[in-house]
C-alpha cells in the first residue's frame, strides 16, 4: 500500500508541474512581448535570449501535453477540483468548500483524476 501512497503523491506533482510550467510559460511570453514591444530601445543583442525563451516555452509546452489533454476531458468538478487543488493551491478544506463537497466525496475526486492522469502518464 505505500507504493500506491507513492505512486498518488508522484502524480500530484506532475499535476502541480504542469501548473507552475503554464506560470512560467506566461512570464517567459510575456519577456518576449516586452522584447518585441522594445526592440528598438533595448541596445544589446537580445536574439540569443528570444531563442532561448522560445526554446523553453516550446519543451515545456511539449513535456506538458499529456496533463493538458487529460485536464481538458475531466468533468467540470474534476477540473474545478485539479485547477483549485493544483493551481491555485488551496487547502483541502478549502477545495471543500469552494465544492460543497464532504470528506469522501473530496477524496472520491481526487482518486477519480488520479486515476485518470495515472492510465496516461505512468
Do not use: H
Request: charged share 45%; net charge positive.
Amino acid at each position: 500500500m505505500q507504493i500506491k501512497y507513492k505512486d498518488d503523491k508522484s502524480i500530484e506533482s506532475r499535476i502541480k508541474r504542469y501548473f507552475d510550467d503554464l506560470k512560467k510559460i506566461e512570464i517567459y511570453k510575456s519577456k518576449l512581448k516586452y522584447f518585441e514591444d522594445n526592440k528598438y530601445l533595448i541596445t544589446n543583442d537580445i536574439n540569443q535570449d528570444v531563442k532561448d525563451i522560445k526554446a523553453a516555452i516550446t519543451k515545456m509546452e511539449f513535456k506538458n501535453k499529456d496533463v493538458e489533454l487529460i485536464i481538458k476531458n475531466l468533468n467540470s468538478e474534476e477540473k474545478i477540483y485539479v485547477e483549485s487543488r493544483y493551481k491555485d493551491e488551496l487547502s483541502i478544506v478549502k477545495v471543500k468548500e469552494k465544492l460543497y463537497m464532504s470528506k469522501n466525496t473530496y477524496y472520491k475526486v481526487r482518486k477519480n483524476v488520479i486515476e485518470k492522469v495515472r492510465k496516461l502518464v505512468l
